[in-house]
């Protein structure tokens, strides 16, 4: 087959097996954050392993997203269906054609009996065609259409999905208040979707700059840029670098159509025509040969060649003189065998041409490849061969790109590491090899526990160096056997091999790894004038003991990971089948925890504050969930979730806000106080809008920022200690008092606690439940005390409960206390009527 015989590709070498869906059921919302994980255009609907319809980026564009319910609509309701099939014998080129005619971008592929076999969009086309020497010929400005139209980036994305849906673009343009001007594709759309956020603004998803050609670029260097920077749309420009317009990878599509390499075959045959008559003149046949930049020979019948162009020294640095009289063999790589070209000649013998790939070697000793066409030339009057002319061209650059663009599909660009595409390769292998040799293989799943804070804090410019360091710190930890791969953000996998035959000692050896895997990335990491600290969770399952399909593995693994952080992070954990359980719960509570959200299921609960007289003298702020059909749910089950899936800020805020309410509305009602403790989570904290956020509530309802505690727990400083302390001075300027909640349960407190500007230590009641009967924790008690007394800090003890408890305490020097002595977590109106009003006149 060669190079340029597009049509004997067929679609099945290219199908996408591994197919994203979802039920009829699943919100639009859910549908969106797949396609989002995925980094996919469409995703299938299917009932019983049927595909019913199809849900693509185009159809986001119909959502009203100004609409809270709309988001929460089942993807049925906008699927298109049926999804319209190909059979996976046809053509690259007939699919490609029939793409135009449908007007569409994805076809579900059939086999000859209809069964369903995959899915394969117009990318996978583009991807795969090996067509470049005619997107050369061609320009960009050649399939320009006309320019889409601009939006504004202060309006809505509601705005923005009827603006592209009316004008039936796929990509707009955005203008920014700096008159910049930047780009909004359906992609971005989805993105949007598959947010918290309810119709957020243009510019928190458009991009701020347009990636840009002139329009007389060629499509290849169009094609070339899209495909290493992972564009779907290019802006096109004048000479004088003004926006003419946007192209998008269907148009690339379209600059390759068979009309067009239709009329590229008749030129070649044009050409093809003369180049024989110029046998007959050779005066005309110089002008022609020497015109092309392809390198042109003629050779007599036996060979030895006659002419050479200008071409043909530029490819291979050999002069005319050079090698008239000789025979081709002259620019010979060596990497051919006799049997290459026996079966090259027995073609042209029986064809009278030959074309395809091979490799020469240039006068300078390079060797290259080249796409070489070979063809006799007959007499018109005796019908004998009198010569053969060939002509070839250098595709050193298209292979060099053809290179890129498999270690772009295997490998992570970032960190070099095998991407999720090798990595199953590579479990496949290394799953069967171990049910031949009977040993034992681990698989790690590592994920950085609060890496998303460093971006959220530092840039990602800072987090992805520490994800380079991350991964060069693994790959030196194990051996050359093992893998290590990339699969998303914060996510690596890494695949032991050659473990004992036993699974006991074969456990031990992958527990020693991790740890030592484990240790290694905590160490400090120095970046960009920072100074960083990581730690990690691992999860492990074994194979083949746990063996499965590698998707399965993967998710065992990860199963596993997930536990190790619900036991403190920076653990290890290896998979158990009770884990798929917790996962199962874990998935049901965040998808119920977005309504709850909606629908005024949470409360908040006051919990008092006491002096040593029991008066009180503040109250801390607690979240419930009242589930309709579960009742009441821990705070400690669903807190850590919504910080996993990102619903930490959206619950934040909301606590926020209704302890401002309940503030005013008891200041209303003549009843003050003085103090009330809210708890932050690091990515509240962190967020570029919590002061603005902090701000607007204190004008809204008019309350003192001295009245507001901010606690945080001593995770909150992992990350970056000097980014903590200086918006926690922004924020004591302005009046907030900060407590370190749960003092004493992390391990940077007391290396910190003196920089830190805080007014004072709270308890943890872990503590606090046993300086009765263990001496440990009394001492430890003792010393936390003494010291916020030294610096002058208030410390409250939580989870006092017996009277010993408190008589400690109040000997010791602590005479703030919080927990079920004194009362238990109230609701807001019995919190009101059992201690406010009764404390009103202590107050005034």
Known sequence: MSNFDFNAISIKDITQTRLLTCSPDETMHEAAVKMVERNCSAILITVNDQIIGIWTERDVLKLDFSSSGARLRPVSEGMSSPVICINENISLEEVSLKFKKDGVRHYVVVDDKGKQQGIISQTDVINKHNFEFFLVLKTAGSVLKPIPPVIQSTQTMAQAGKLMHSSHSDAIRVEFPDESIGILTERDMVKALASVMLNPLVADYASPNIITVNEHESLYQAKKIMLKHGFRHLGITDNKNNLLGIINLSDILAGFRSTYVEELKESLAHRDALLKDSLKSLGLAKKIIDNTQEGVITTDKYVVIQTCNTGFTRITGYTEAEVIGKTPAIISSGRHDKKFYQAMWDKINKHGFWQGEIWNRRKNGEVYPELLTITEIRDDETDQISNYAAIFSDISQLKSDEEEIKRLAFYDPLTELPNRRLLIDRLVQEQAVTVRSGKNGALFFIDLDHFKNINETLGHSVGDRVLVEVAYRLKICVRDCDTVARISSDEFVVILTELSEQIEPACNEARHIAEKLQHSICQVYSVMNH??????????????????????????????????????????????????????????????????????????????????????????????????????????????????????????????????????????????????????????????????????????????????????????????????????????????????????????????????????????????????????????????????????????????????????????????????????????????????????????
């Open 531 to 844: 100074k960083l600290y990581i730690s990690s969770s691992i999860g492990i399952a074994m194979f083949p003991e746990q063996f499965g399909m590698p998707d399965d593995l993967l998710k065992q693994a990860g199963t596993a990971m997930y536990r190790a952080k619900e036991s403190g992070r920076n653990m290890l954990q290896f998979f158990e089948h009770s884990m798929q359980e917790a996962v199962m719960e874990r998935m049901l509570i965040e998808k119920e925890l977005r309504l709850a959200l909606d629908e005024n299921q949470l409360s908040l609960y006051y919990q008092p504050q006491v002096d040593y007289h029991g008066n009180l003298i503040g109250a801390e702020a607690l979240v419930r969930w009242n589930h309709p059909k579960k009742g009441f749910i821990p705070p400690d089950k669903f807190i850590p979730i919504a910080e996993e899936c990102g619903l930490i800020q959206a619950l934040g805020t909301w606590v926020l806000e209704r302890s401002f309410i309940h503030l005013r509305q008891w200041d209303k009602r003549q009843v003050h106080l003085p103090h009330l403790a809210i708890n932050i989570s690091p990515r509240q904290f962190y967020h570029p809008d919590f002061m603005g956020i902090l701000g607007k509530f204190v004008k809204q309802y008019q309350i003192s920022p001295s009245r507001i505690m901010l606690e945080f727990t001593e995770g909150l400083l992992m990350n970056d200690v000097d980014a903590a302390i200086d918006k926690i001075k922004q924020l004591k300027k302005l009046g907030y008092t900060f407590s370190i909640d749960d003092f004493g349960t992390g391990y940077s407190s007391l290396s910190y606690l003196k920089h830190l500007p805080v007014d004072q230590l709270k308890i943890d009641k872990s503590f606090v439940e046993d300086i009765t009967k263990n001496e440990d924790d009394a001492v430890f008690v003792g010393t936390i005390i003494a010291i916020a007394q030294h610096m002058n800090l208030g410390v409250v003890a939580e989870g006092v409960e017996l009277k010993m408890e408190l008589d400690f305490l109040k000997q010791n020097g602590c005479f703030c206390y919080q927990g079920y002595y004194f009362s238990k977590p109230l609701p807001e109106e019995q919190f009101f009527e059992q201690w406010l009003k009764k404390a009103n006149q202590c107050f005034n």
